[in-house]
DNA sequence: GGAACATGCAACCAAAAGGTTGCTTTTTGT
DNA sequence: ACAAAAAGCAACCTTTTGGTTGCATGTTCC
């Protein structure tokens, strides 16, 4: 199990996880929800401006990009984070700052010439 | 000029990033260009089977989130990675991930008790 | 000057995104 | 048993996205 074929299985994963972090009321329900505690649709809903419906369908955008995961328990859904999708995009942007990183000493190093 | 309100600014600005890279075209992109040359539209379309037209937007994307920028030379215009937004939301990533990480400090501790 | 190249611009199109409203179903608490 | 709470489901609407084709414009180079 080499990194790079783990990196190259994961890479179709990635654009979905970027989307679905691409919108300020989704943002804000991950920013709510990586504190830890799992929440309830409902109470999720509290300080958006949007209807619940809305507000579902977000979560369900988060939730097929891995980024949260649901259980029901009695009548309400509650939500929780997982953190390990964005860890595979933390890891994949990592190596666009390097390898532009390496550009940038290459650069320099052809200047100092 | 606190920390703070640098990522608060900052913020409104984060959506529109994530949702630029929310596209296997546009990554795949961003992962030519953060090699550190300017390309050409004309050079980019290369090995996409994509029409130009399409790929100029995909850029045009880039830009206006800031990831990329472009400088017409001559009669071709090169487009060149630019790092700040994508280190911008790696900060980001960083503290939700710190965030997570303390809830299972906590919970660790709490279940040790 | 004119052919070939690199882009720009615009119209158009289908599908997806982001919302809403309205109604049903499941659970709870008294 | 029943009212209220929480969520699911579905239809519908508007705007955005991702793509195309067709044509105009600006540059290069011989």
Redesign the pocket.
């Known amino acids: 199990m080499s990194h790079k074929r783990h990196s190259r299985v994961a890479a179709k994963r990635r654009a979905p996880v970027f989307?679905a972090l691409?919108?300020e009321?989704r943002l804000s329900l991950v920013a709510r929800l990586c504190a830890g505690q799992p929440y309830?649709?409902?109470?999720l809903t509290q300080g958006h401006?949007?209807?619940?419906?809305?507000i579902?369908?977000?979560l369900r955008?988060l939730e097929r990009a891995g980024i949260v995961h649901?259980i029901?328990r009695?009548?309400?859904?509650?939500f929780e984070f997982v953190a390990e999708p964005i860890e595979a995009i933390k890891e994949y942007l990592d190596l666009v700052s390097e390898k532009w990183d390496q550009t940038l000493t290459r650069l320099k190093s052809f200047v100092e010439d």
């Open positions: 989307a691409g919108d009321t309830s649709i409902a109470e401006k949007l209807t619940r419906q809305a579902t369908k977000h955008v649901s029901r009695g009548r309400e859904s509650r």
